[in-house]
T-cell receptor
Framework: GDSVTQMEGPVTLSEEAFLTINCTYT??????LFWYVQYPGEGLQLLLK?????DKGSNKGFEATYRKETTSFHLEKGSVQVSDSAVYFC?????????????FGSGTRLQVQP | DGGITQSPKYLFRKEGQNVTLSCEQN?????MYWYRQDPGQGLRLIYY???????QKGDIAEGYSVSREKKESFPLTVTSAQKNPTAFYLC???????????FGPGTRLLVL
């Protein structure tokens, strides 16, 4: 079946540090890949997405590149801010399966210190 | 403003009681989903619906039921058969299955 594996958290960084959160996947078909962010007590917000190999999704300084050869979609940001503190979820969706729901990783908590 | 609303924000359930969580969207989306989130874990799919009057079980449907009588609404009932209902419940919708899902703010269910 489909699955997503993320690095375990929490990840603790100082403000302006470089961020990488690793995400790898296994999928039965050709997936679309997503990063969602969740702030405390809230629902999930789409951060970025990529729908085919070598696509780069980007938003708010975050980037991730769809790497089919390594089945990865790592999230990066060059300079994190305190306001980036949240839980980040990697997810995939396979269009050619019946249910087409999202399959999520377990989430990675990011804590940014001033 | 278009979006997804969930109510209530907090819900308390007594032993043996059924409770219903509301999910409404005005995005004109066809597909809607219910997920359960436990502390420190990812989201798990409970039920989904791709069109009105049709819905399918997800990975953890036991102890839950849904209906989809209107395009805008997809309520989730947590029945007394669900022995461990304490969790954060998230509703989502998408214009077409497999595309970006948009999430509501969630309902936190607690057992008294």
């Amino acid at each position: 079946g489909d699955s997503v594996t993320q690095m375990e958290g929490p990840v603790t960084l100082s403000e302006e540090a470089f961020l990488t959160i690793n995400c790898t996947y296994t999928a039965t078909g050709y997936p679309s890949l997503f990063w969602y962010v969740q702030y405390p007590g809230e629902g999930l917000q789409l951060l970025l997405k990529a729908t085919k190999a070598d696509d780069k999704g980007s938003n708010k300084g975050f980037e991730a590149t769809y790497r089919k050869e390594t089945t990865s979609f790592h999230l990066e940001k060059g300079s994190v801010q305190v306001s980036d503190s949240a839980v980040y979820f990697c997810a995939l969706s396979v269009m050619d399966t019946g249910r087409r729901a999202l399959t999520f990783g377990s989430g990675t908590r990011l804590q940014v210190q001033p | 403003d278009g979006g997804i609303t969930q109510s209530p924000k907090y819900l308390f359930r007594k032993e043996g009681q059924n409770v219903t969580l509301s999910c409404e969207q005005n995005l004109n989306h066809d597909a809607m989903y219910w997920y359960r989130q436990d502390p420190g874990q990812g989201l798990r799919l409970i039920y989904y619906s791709q069109i009105v009057n049709d819905f399918q079980k997800g990975d953890i449907a036991e102890g839950y039921s849904v209906s989809r009588e209107k395009k805008e609404s997809f309520p989730l009932t947590v029945t007394s058969a669900q022995k461990n209902p304490t969790a954060f419940y998230l509703c989502a919708s998408t214009p077409r299955p497999g595309e970006t899902q948009y999430f509501g703010p969630g309902t936190r269910l607690l057992v008294l």
